[in-house]
């Protein structure tokens, strides 16, 4: 069952939870944003989508009620659900000095503006750190959700905003699963205590959720390796292996299955463990094994 999260809520001394009012099937309780700090200038981390009122209101009564302004705002991945906000922020929320949005660039790089107009982000690299009293973030690049995610790592907590890497809740999709398999690796490697993620409840205990995530993708990649290695030489389609490697999941879902079991197979390819081949434009896979 999903957890109810208020739509404000200070989660430690440094970190106040803003919802982003945008429930739904793929962000649960809304857009997770956050603020950032101890002091009269705070960092926002995601912004959520564009032209929700009730968020602008909410982000105002935040910073109204922990009597703070916004240093600058980082997006954790091009997302519309992360950068979707940052023009509103901009028109509704006033600021004393010039705010700066940030992010790491799309790859293959690609030119990118904020909103409709003309304004551009600028671009970090894997390893900056940033601060703002009581806080010192450094950027972790964590590609894998998108070409461009990145997570960060609260240095006073030990405690990482995991964007759409980790979620609070379920498991998270992605567009290149090696890439994805890498970060969660590299995540692991921090040996975080917490995680804020950019989407459901605060999760404790981050090793063990990063170790769930990557032995939930390790057993599907297991189950396809089985069934092919169990037919040597022989190529099969990815909806011939869906149907045998999801024979419990309802076939009305078979459709949706093949799209992450498609993901499962590219990996498996740049580590050389399959090959494929093309057979009158129909795409069939075999074990290298």
């Known amino acids: 069952m ?7 809520e200070q989660l ?3 970190v106040i939870r803003v919802l982003g009012c945008n429930p739904g099937p793929m962000t649960l309780q809304g857009t997770n944003t956050y603020l950032v700090g101890t002091g009269k200038r705070r960092i926002l981390i995601d912004t959520g989508e564009p032209a929700i009122p009730e968020y602008i209101s909410c982000l ?18 091009w997302h519309i659900d992360h950068v979707g906000g940052v023009m509103d922020i901009y028109r509704e929320i006033p600021s004393e000095l010039e705010l700066s949005t940030s992010k790491l660039p799309r790859f293959p790089v690609k030119e990118e503006f904020i909103g409709q107009g003309k304004m551009q982000y600028k671009y970090l690299r894997d390893g900056d750190v940033l601060k703002t009293d009581g806080a010192t973030l450094r950027i972790v ?13 609260l240095e006073e907590e030990n405690a990482v905003f995991s964007g759409d890497c980790i979620l609070g809740e379920g498991t998270a999709v992605f567009e290149d699963l090696y890439d994805y398999m890498k970060s969660l690796e590299k995540l692991l490697e921090i040996k975080a205590d917490k995680i804020y993620p950019g989407h459901g409840p605060v999760v404790h ?33 990815s909806m011939e292996l869906v149907k045998i490697v999801y024979k419990d999941t309802p076939e009305y879902l078979h459709t949706a299955a093949e799209v992450n079991l498609n993901h499962h197979l590219k990996k498996l390819v740049k580590e050389g463990k399959l090959c494929k081949e093309d057979d009158f434009h129909q795409v069939k896979w075999r074990s290298n094994l």
């Open 60 to 77: 105002k009564q935040a910073l109204n009620q922990f009597n703070t302004c916004l240093q600058e705002i980082l997006v954790t991945h």
């Open 12 to 14: 430690s001394s440094r």
């Open 141 to 153: 690049y964590t590609p894998g959700h998108t070409d461009d995610h990145m997570a960060l790592l």
């Open 2 to 8: 999903t957890a109810v999260l208020p739509r404000i």
């Open 205 to 237: 205990g981050a090793s063990a959720k990063i170790q769930e995530y990557i032995d939930h993708r390790n057993l599907r990649e297991q189950q396809i390796l089985k069934v092919l290695q169990e037919h040597p030489g022989k190529f099969f389609t």
